[in-house]
């Protein structure tokens, strides 16, 4: 049993190493983050811990029912694996690719690992997005950027 915890320990520790962590508890709330997560959205660990994952999330985002039913659905034991528009300091749109995965073994909440989009790709995401939810069939959201359209160079 010791050796296979500590190979998943050196799992876990090479996949915060390469991707963007952070964990939350079941209300939402930021426990903490990894340097490459607070990098990607321009914050520092203290700068966001303690605070609502809504804080990432545009203010019309943050009150929509999606918003609601995507918490429930977390807490319900669903992963949601998708492209995501987060807002970073200053603002800053943010497009990720993660996975919010409950960690069902104990009661503190979800890891969203993922890692930041292209900029050739972040430019492409006015169209369809696929999103899996744990235990329902993919679905298909419609990305809106607010951006103006960027010109090809």
């Given amino acids: 049993m010791f050796g296979k915890q500590r190979d998943a320990e050196a799992v876990l520790a090479a996949l915060r190493r390469s991707l963007a962590v952070i964990e939350f508890k079941l209300d939402g709330t930021i426990i903490t983050a990894n340097q490459n997560f607070c990098s990607a959205l321009g914050y520092s660990l203290d700068e966001i811990k303690g ?3 809504s804080m990432f999330v545009e203010p019309a985002t943050k009150d929509s029912a999606e918003y609601r039913q995507f918490w429930d659905e977390l807490r319900a034991g669903k992963f949601n694996t998708a492209q995501f ?3 970073g300091k200053g603002g800053k749109e943010v497009w990720i690719e993660a996975s919010y995965t409950p960690v069902l073994d104990r009661a503190i909440g979800f890891i969203d690992v993922g890692h ?8 492409t995401m006015a169209g369809s997005i696929s999103v899996r939810t744990g235990g329902a069939p993919a679905r298909a959201l419609k990305a809106r950027s607010k951006r103006p359209a960027d010109r090809r160079r």
Avoid: E, G, L, N
């Avoid at 930041?116 to 430019?123: D, F, H, V």
């Fill in 51 to 53: 605070r609502h994952h």
């Fill in 85 to 87: 528009k987060r807002i």
């Fill in 116 to 123: 930041q989009a292209t900029p050739k790709w972040a430019r």
